[in-house]
């Protein structure tokens, strides 16, 4: 039985997420999608909003589940018996920061691993930065998240389509 965690800030989920998301759980038994509840970073949407578009996101998904933790994400999967963390790759520029974590992780804990998937070429280039800049100077974001979120993403800039 093979459990993962797929974490992230996930603020807003994107395409590119949705795309990790169905990828990495076709591999692994049971998919643990992880919303980091990071206090300390300015959020555009909250921890409990971000785990309810990721539940609607992937209610399809039998072998998905949503979760929001707060702190270590080591801590958190030693308490739920998850040793796999997915992450995405885009370019180069992920690689140093991804190598870092991924080796922090494994030195806080020897039997957590790292598996990388390179990101669909469709959306190499999308994240959640780029998401919130475009919607807050009232861009099309159609072609960046799923079209349920839309406008709850532009109601967070008072932007009425
Ligand atoms: O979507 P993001 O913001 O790139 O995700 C980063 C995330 C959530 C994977 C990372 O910041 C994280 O795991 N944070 C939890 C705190 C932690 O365990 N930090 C140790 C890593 S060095």
Excluded: C
Aim: net charge negative; hydrophobic share 40%.
């Amino acid at each position: 039985m093979k459990k993962a965690i797929y974490p992230g800030s996930f603020d807003p989920v994107t395409f590119g997420h949705q795309d990790m998301i169905i990828r990495s759980s076709a591999i692994v038994d049971e998919l643990v999608v992880g919303v980091l509840n990071n206090r300390a970073k300015n959020s555009l949407f909250s921890v409990e909003e971000r785990v309810s578009m990721l539940k609607e996101m992937t209610a399809s998904l039998p072998n998905v589940t949503v979760d929001s933790f707060d702190g270590l994400l080591v801590d958190y999967m030693k308490e739920h018996g998850v040793t796999l963390i997915v992450r995405g790759l885009r370019a180069v520029t992920d690689f140093e920061y991804e190598l870092q974590i991924a080796q922090t992780n494994h030195v806080e804990n020897p039997d957590v691993e790292t598996i990388f998937l390179t990101t669909n070429l469709q959306y190499s280039y999308l994240s959640s930065s780029i998401v919130r800049e475009f919607a807050a100077y009232g861009g099309d974001i159609s072609k960046f998240v799923p079209a349920q979120f839309i406008d709850r993403i532009y109601e967070k800039y008072n932007i009425k389509k």
